[in-house]
């Protein structure tokens, strides 16, 4: 039997902002925080799953939800969201740039203007998304942000070669910014998932060949699921990880 969730007293009244939570590892990571007692805000493309989520939030019991649907390809709307929700919060303690999308592409068919909406999506948010918190963070003398990146890339998985450049200067954006961001006690890390089953990863890309690729590659035979994802953003949000930055933590089975 998996164990009961771990708790955060840290976490509790902190406000929290991520990018991309209405649905997936998003909303895993949106609810858990809600559960830990944190203020959340969050942006997502879709309306429909965002309010169903945060409706499910606050039937829980764990009050009301700040989210907007935006398009981060949008930065102009994104850091303006980002800047209503502080507004309405107040200054973000921690942020996750979960937002990505990896659409299948052939490095064939890649015209410039694809390669740029992939980029848009896949990376640009994040710089700008800490570029908008940071002020708020040194404000509070100290904060917590969380760089989703991605294993697919280190184990050489083919079939999005621009996502897979993406997400690979994941690791140089936490990196880059460690020493810079430390020096206000704002740490900076990265959470890489592996192949996670949500419900989109499961409707296209699973089937009987997937599921020989998960058996010979993990070292776990669990299937990944968006809360483990969520397990490790929280720990890395919270005072738990006080003396953690710079670092790049894996999810994956062991697949890598």
């Not at 509070?140 to 996502?163: E, F, H, R």
């Not at 890390?189 to 996670?196: A, C, I, K, L």
Request: net charge negative; proline share 4%; aromatic share 8%.
């Amino acid at each position: 039997m998996p164990n009961a969730p771990s708790t955060y007293p840290s976490l509790r009244g902190r406000a929290v902002f991520v990018t991309g939570g209405g649905s997936g590892i998003g909303a895993a990571i949106v609810s858990a925080l809600a559960a830990q007692g944190a203020r959340v805000a969050f942006v997502d493309i879709a309306a429909e799953p965002s309010q169903a989520l945060a409706g499910s939030i606050e039937a829980a019991g764990h009050g009301a939800v700040w989210w907007r649907a935006c398009d981060v390809r949008d930065i102009a709307a994104l850091q303006s969201s980002i800047a209503d929700a502080q507004a309405a919060l107040g200054d973000f303690s921690v942020l996750v740039n979960n937002v990505a999308s990896d659409d299948r592409h052939t490095l064939e068919s890649v015209t410039p203007a694809y390669y740029d909406d992939r980029i848009a999506i896949n990376e640009r948010p994040a710089f700008f998304a800490i570029q908008a918190v940071v002020p708020g963070m040194r404000r509070l003398g100290a904060g917590s942000v969380i760089n989703l990146g991605s294993t697919g890339w280190q184990a050489k998985g083919s079939g999005y070669p621009v996502y897979s450049i993406a997400k690979s200067s994941v690791n140089g954006l936490t990196r880059g910014l460690a020493r810079t961001l430390g020096a206000d006690r704002i740490r900076i890390n990265t959470v890489s998932p592996g192949w996670v089953m949500t419900e989109r990863q499961i409707k296209l890309w699973l089937d009987a060949e997937g599921e020989k690729e998960l058996a010979r590659n993990q070292c776990l035979p669990d299937k990944l699921q968006p809360n483990d994802i969520a397990a490790m953003v929280l720990f890395l949000a919270s005072d738990d990880a006080a003396m953690c930055t710079a670092q790049e933590f894996k999810v994956d089975a062991g697949w890598v």
